[in-house]
C-alpha cells in the first residue's frame, strides 16, 4: 500500500500545482482523463439544474430517433428514446446520480470503515477479533450478490442503494486502518506521547489519524469507480435506482429492451459509465507513478528525449 | 505450517456460519412467500394452511432452529417452486458456473501473465502503453453494457454468434469473453507493476551480469517472484466472477448458479437461495484454503513461521 508519505520538502503551495500540472502533462493520457473527469463533475453539478427539463420532455414523434444528426436540434446528436427523450441531456442529468451515489457511498464506507479500524486497531483484543471476523463474513461472499439479496428486503432507492453499497467496501477500509494503526501505535512518536500523560483519544486523534486518512483517501479514489461498476450493475438488474430516478446504469437496463431496433440507448450510457471509470483508473495509474520516488522520472521526461 | 493452515480454515469457518445466519434472516425479511405461490382469489384459510404447512407462522427463532436442525443432518430443505430438494437443484446448476468460471479464469491467468511480462519489458515503449490502456479499459469495462454490444455486434448484426442459451462451443464465446475482460485487465496491471519492481532489482542485475537469457531473466527470475500478489489478486476476482456470473448468466440465459440464485430470490424460494448461498460460500471457502496452501509452499517466509 503506497503511503501518501510528507515530501521531504516543503514547496510552497502554488509551486507544488505547477508541479503537479507539469507531471500530469507528462502523461497525455491522463491529462484527458482529467480534463473529461472534470466536465463530468461539471455536470453532475449543474447538469439537472440547466438541462433538467430537456431530459424529461416528452416528444412521441420523435420516438427512437436515431443519433448523428442535428436536424432535430443539437439535443438529439445521440438520438432519443423510447418516449422520444434527449438522450445527451439524459446522460448529463444523470451523471448527478451515478457520481452522487458512488461517492456518498464510498465517504460513507471510509468513514465506518475507517471509524471501526481505528477501533479494531485501538481498543483491544476481543472487540478487534469481533470486528475482523464480521468483516471476514462481508468478504467472504461475492458483493454483488449481498447487495441483491439486502436489496429485496428493503426497498430499492438512492437512499438504499447507497448505503449497501457503503456495507459492502467497508471492509477494505476497516483492514487497512487496522494494519495502519497496528503499526503507528508501536512507534516512537506515540509512546512518547503516552509517557506524556496523552490519553487514546487525544494519541488517535492527534497522532493516528493524520497518517491513516492520506491512505485511505487513496484507495477511496481507486475504490470510486469500483463503487460506480456496482451500482450500474444493481440499476441493470432492476434493484438499484427506480424511477423516476434514473442512472447511467438504469438506461442502459432501459434500453436493452430496443437492442434490435435501436442501439444507441444502451449504447452510450455504458460508454459514459465506462469512460468515466477509464479516466478515474487512468488518473489513479497517474497519481501512483507520480508519488513513487523511483518511477517519478517516467513522467518527467520530455518527449524528444523520449524519442 | 500446519498451525497456520489451521488457524486459516478457523477463520473462513466462523465466517461462513456467519454468512449463513445472515442469509437466513435477511431471506425471511424479504417478504411471506405464500401470497405469492397462491393465487390472488385463494381464500384466507387456504393462505393460512399453506402457510402453517410450511413452517411460515411459527416464530423466526423456532424456524431458525428447524433450518440448523436440517443442516446438521445436511437435509437442505425442499424448494416449493420446484417441490425437490433445494440442494439437488443447486447441485445441478453448479457445474456450469464452475465450468465456466474455470476457463476464464486460467485463461485471463494465462494470457496476463505473458501480456504483463512483456509490457513490464520496457516499460513506456508502444506495447506497454497500448497493453496498459487495453487492460485498465478492460478493468473499467461494464460487463452487463460489454455483453449488450458484444450481442448487438456479433449476433444480431453479424449473425456469427448465438445470442443466448447453450449447445455448441460457439455458445461459449461470449460468456467466456465477457467474464474475462475484467479478471484479465486487473491482472495484467498487477503483473505489469510487480514486473517492474523485479526487473530493476538487485537480482535481476546480477543474473544479466552472469550472462542469463533474457527470456530466462522475465519467466523464470522476476516473474517468479511476482506470482504472490498475482495469486492474491487471482483468488479475489476468482470469488468475485460468481458477481459475474450472475449477469451474464441472466444476459446469456444459462442454467448457472448465478441465474437459478437472482429467481429464487425473486420468487422468495428461500430453500434455493440458502442452499445456493451455501454452496457458492463452501467453493469460496475451499478455494481461500488452496490459496493459503500456494502462499505457504510458495513463500519461505509463511513456511518457516
Known sequence: ????????????????????????????????????????????????????????????????????????????????????????????????????????????????????????????????????????????????????????????????????????????????????????????????????????????????????????????????????????????????????????????????????????????????IMSTTLALNLLSNWARTATDPTQRWRLEVTDKQNG | MGQYLGRRALHGLVSLIGLLVLVFFLARLTGDPTNLFLPLDASLEARQEFAERHGFTDPLLTQFGRYVGDLARLDFGISIRQQRPAMDAALEAFPTTLKLAAVTMTLAIGLALVVGALAAYRPGGLFDRTANVISLAGASAPDFWVAIVGILLFAVTLRWLPTSGTGTWLHWIMPIAVLLIRPFGLLVQVVRGTMIGALSSAYVKTARAKGVKERAIIFVHALRNSTLPVITVAGDQAAAIVNGAVIVETIFGWPGIGKLMIDSIIQRDFAIVQATVLLTAVAIFSMNIVIDVAYAVLDPRIRHN
Open chain 1, 1 to 272: 500500500m503506497p503511503a501518501a508519505s510528507e515530501p521531504a520538502y516543503k514547496e510552497p503551495g502554488e509551486r507544488q500545482v505547477r508541479r503537479a500540472i507539469l507531471l500530469l502533462w507528462g502523461d497525455r493520457f491522463a491529462f484527458v482523463a482529467a480534463l473529461y473527469l472534470l466536465i463530468v463533475i461539471f455536470f453532475a453539478l449543474f447538469g439537472p439544474w440547466l438541462l433538467g427539463d430537456m431530459a424529461t420532455a416528452l416528444n412521441l414523434r420523435l420516438r427512437n430517433a436515431p443519433p448523428g444528426s442535428i436536424d432535430l436540434g443539437w439535443e438529439f446528436i445521440l438520438g432519443a428514446d423510447a418516449l422520444g427523450r434527449s438522450i445527451l441531456a439524459r446522460l448529463i442529468v444523470a451523471s448527478r446520480n451515478t457520481m452522487g451515489i458512488a461517492a456518498a457511498a464510498v465517504a460513507l464506507a471510509m468513514l465506518c470503515g475507517g471509524t471501526l479500524g481505528l477501533i479494531a486497531g485501538y481498543a483491544g483484543k476481543w472487540p478487534g477479533t469481533i470486528i475482523m471476523r464480521l468483516a471476514d463474513i462481508l468478504m467472504s461472499f461475492p458483493s454483488l450478490l449481498l447487495a441483491l439479496l439486502v436489496l429485496f428486503v428493503f426497498e430499492p432507492g438512492v437512499k438504499n442503494v447507497m448505503i449497501v453499497l457503503a456495507i459492502t467496501r467497508i471492509p477494505i477500509y476497516l483492514r487497512t486502518t487496522r494494519a495502519e494503526v497496528l503499526e503507528i501505535r508501536e512507534r516512537m512518536f506515540v509512546t512518547a506521547a503516552r509517557a506524556m500523560g496523552a490519553g487514546s483519544i487525544r494519541i488517535v486523534v492527534r497522532h493516528v489519524i493524520p497518517i491513516v486518512a492520506p491512505t485511505l483517501i487513496t484507495i477511496a479514489a481507486i475504490d470510486f469507480a469500483f463503487v460506480m461498476l456496482a451500482e450500474s450493475a444493481l440499476s441493470f438488474l432492476g434493484v438499484g435506482i427506480q424511477p423516476p430516478e434514473f442512472t447511467w446504469g438504469a438506461m442502459v437496463a432501459l434500453g436493452r429492451n430496443y437492442l434490435g431496433s435501436a442501439w444507441w440507448l444502451a449504447f452510450w450510457p455504458g460508454l459514459a
